[in-house]
């Protein structure tokens, strides 16, 4: 499936730490390479985490009420994921909730124009929720 590659650029962009910007740009701008991005989504390490604040709770409750605390749309989101079957599509927010927490695989839930995302590591229990970002 065509990822949309101007939304994870803006994801990279407002997100990963400016040590791997640059490559991971170039990564998902050619579909052939974006497969390197995805893989590293297992390893939470790429992420500027002065931006992200640890979610502890229930899972799908922290999240919406993050996004609806920020005015951010969440009923839809973007998802970027090692998981095949819900990568670079837009789907049910809860739903895809469910289809991430706990699963074992890096993925990224993009809100609004990724101006909040959620990231499921592989490692259980490292979730985090980031602050609203608009550039």
């Not at 040590?19 to 390893?43: C, G, M, P, T, W």
């Amino acid at each position: 499936m065509a990822s949309n590659i101007n939304l994870e650029i803006k994801v990279i962009k407002r997100f990963v730490n400016k040590a791997k910007r640059e490559r991971y740009i170039q990564f998902v701008s050619s579909e052939k390479n974006r497969a390197k991005f995805i893989k590293d989504l297992s390893h939470y390490n790429f992420l500027e985490s002065s931006l992200f604040t640890p979610v502890r709770g229930i899972e799908e409750h922290e999240i919406l009420a993050s996004t609806e605390n920020n005015g951010i749309a969440n009923t839809t989101c973007y998802v970027i994921s090692e998981n095949k079957r819900i990568d670079a599509k837009f789907l049910d927010t809860k739903e895809t909730i469910a289809a991430t927490v706990g699963h074992g695989m890096g993925t990224l839930l993009v809100f609004g124009d990724a101006e909040m995302i959620f990231y499921e590591c592989e490692t259980m229990n490292i979730r985090y929720i980031s602050k609203k970002v608009s550039q």
